[in-house]
């Protein structure tokens, strides 16, 4: 049977939240995953393997520097690297340097990603109409706020409450706890009453059992696949509970090639695919479709979806599929020891940071005349080893002791959208199923440049103030767009289908039964990790599209 009701391109954390809400919702849904099957503890090979267990561990082979050089820019390492692309197979184009860190499989990017989730507010919504950049989103954090709540309670995100108006409080679980390191930090920052605030991170990893769920380990190896489902992804979360619904028909190894469209009913009508493995086509055919299979990885099926009616990719007439493409950027970090709490320890491997929100910006009294927007730490407080050197039973035995404490913190900063920061097909170049390649032209600006400075200027700031000495800082050179595996842009929403591509419920302008809730529908990138916002827009776009539906306005 190729039809279906629903039809989603993509099963990682926005894939599988969309085939989650379609099926709870009774459509008959198909969700096609380019990559393999991965089930849910069974495909976890490393998950509980001991270091010794490892040829190289914590080392890049020779063997990983060959098959996978791009994706051990990243986090991809020995005891995860089947989660990552084979970059030989899957070549792109960098007009300018972006590393593309990605994994083909069932899951997605939901198995390995960082699990920080942070809402948004009017600060980022409203951030592009203050200041005359790009465009308007078409939204506000009323309209998100409810979804960010129903999708809180799912997930299971532990956090605490903190009453900061421009990191607005969630639904959580109750927070990990700031070892003593970190608290010192913290107070320092409020007794001195810095104009900045540590708290713990907001982490999709669950501190008490949650929906069938967990809870984490503080084994801190999420990135192998966690057979507890100590923390979320679609393989432990959203596709389980799809499929137990009875309305999900998962198909992984199918490359979607492109939309098909019907200039008749002005609709898309299905999708035509290639099978990874056998190389043959087949076509789906659906009411609704749905595009979550990443920023890159939609855009590529929309320019690749061309037709009399859309002769530069499907719902291009703004002209505006494949630019504004984002990134945050980071790379800029500091350290520094301190002498004391000589009779204190840390528990476990805990599997989150620290969090300073932003704090430049936010008034006039914050205000940055070197750049627009800002930024925002994580990090955490940790005891080592002594680092001393000697040889024999005696060094030994003194390694045995725990040296001083130490904090680290990085900043992640927010990329403005810029049009000509793009993603084009390149059709001379092609992939091993004859799929067009990407072009990528992509850089960070004079704005984020200037922001660099800022950063490391207050990363070292704030250990100062907390006391701590041998303070280093640096500003990796070397961090390109696409390293911290945020993209964003290239098919935005806005009010205007002259200047952008998805209105207010991410649905296309121009084919208005197509969906896209994955990075590709940012309007600008704040600062914030996005992944939770992703989903709070899944859920919201699938509850529209549902209802929509059944007034047959689709």
């Known amino acids: 049977m190729n039809n279906y009701d629903a039809i989603v391109v993509g099963s990682g954390i926005s894939g599988g939240w969309s085939a989650m809400e379609l099926t709870k919702k009774g459509l008959k849904t198909l969700l096609l995953e380019r990559g393999r099957q991965v ?5 976890y090979p490393t998950a509980s393997k001991a270091p010794w267990e490892f040829n190289h561990p914590g080392m890049q082979s020779k063997a990983l520097k060959e098959k996978q050089p791009i994706q051990i820019k990243g986090f991809c390492n020995e005891a995860n690297s089947h ?6 197979e899957h070549p792109y184009n960098q007009v300018k340097p972006f590393d593309w860190i990605r994994g083909y499989h069932v899951g997605g990017r939901s198995l ?3 699990r920080q989730c942070y809402r948004w507010s009017d600060l980022d919504f409203e951030a592009n109409a203050k200041e005359g950049i790009a465009i308007d989103w078409p939204i506000r954090y009323k309209d998100i706020a409810p979804w960010y709540s129903y999708v809180e309670r799912f997930v299971g995100i532990s956090g605490s409450k903190e009453g900061i108006p421009h990191l607005p409080d969630g639904d959580f679980l109750p927070p990990m706890e700031m070892n003593c390191m970190e608290q010192h930090v913290s107070r320092s920052l409020k007794e001195k009453k810095a104009d900045r605030q540590m708290i713990i991170g907001r982490v999709a990893n669950l501190t008490r059992g949650w929906n069938g769920r967990g809870p984490c380990q503080f084994r801190n190896m999420c990135d192998r696949g966690c057979p507890f489902g100590g923390y979320f992804s679609s393989n432990s979360a959203t596709i389980p509970v799809a499929m137990n619904t009875g309305n999900l028909t998962l198909r992984p190894n199918s490359i979607v090639m492109e939309v098909i469209y019907d200039k008749e009913t002005k609709r898309a009508k299905g999708v035509r695919i290639v099978d990874a493995e056998t190389m043959k086509t087949e076509e789906y055919f659906a009411k609704i479709i749905f ?3 990443s920023t890159l990885g939609t855009t590529s099926i929309l320019l690749n979806s061309v037709s009399d009616a859309f002769p530069n990719g499907l719902g291009n007439s703004s002209d505006q599929v494949g630019r504004n493409l984002m990134d945050h950027h980071y790379r800029v970090g500091a350290s520094g020891t301190y002498e004391g709490f000589s009779d204190k320890y840390f528990y476990g491997r805990r599997a989150n940071g620290i969090y300073v929100p932003r ?3 936010l008034n006039e009294q914050t205000k940055s005349k070197d750049f627009l927007r800002g930024y925002g730490f994580q990090g955490g407080g940790n005891r080592g080893r002594q680092n001393i050197e000697g040889i024999g039973a005696d060094f030994k035995e003194q390694m045995t002791e725990p040296g001083l404490w130490s904090m680290w913190i990085g900043a992640w900063g927010e990329h403005l959208p810029y049009a ?4 084009k097909l390149n059709k001379e170049k092609k992939d091993k199923w004859g799929l067009p390649t990407l072009d990528i032209n992509c850089d960070f600006r004079e704005n984020e440049l200037n922001m660099r400075k800022d950063m490391r200027q207050s990363l070292e700031e704030t250990l100062t103030i907390a006391g701590l000495k041998n303070i280093s800082s640096y500003d990796d050179p ?3 767009p696409g390293l911290c595996i945020h993209e964003m842009g290239t098919a935005r929403m806005g009010k205007d289908p002259k200047t952008s591509v998805l209105n207010r419920w991410n649905q296309m302008h121009d084919v208005k039964n197509v969906f896209i809730t994955d990075g590709a529908c940012m309007t600008s990138s704040a600062n914030q990790n996005p992944s939770v916002t992703y989903m709070a827009l899944t859920a919201r776009a699938v509850d529209y599209a549902v209802n929509e539906l059944k007034k047959m306005n689709l």
Do not use: P, S
């Open 420 to 423: 000509d920061n793009t993603v």
């Open 359 to 361: 704090f430049r910006n």
């Open 112 to 114: 390995m990603w960082g």
């Open 291 to 293: 595009l979550n299979a």
């Open 83 to 88: 989660f990552y692309v084979d970059d030989n």
């Open 39 to 43: 089930e849910h503890v069974k495909d």
């Open 478 to 480: 070397t961090a390109a």
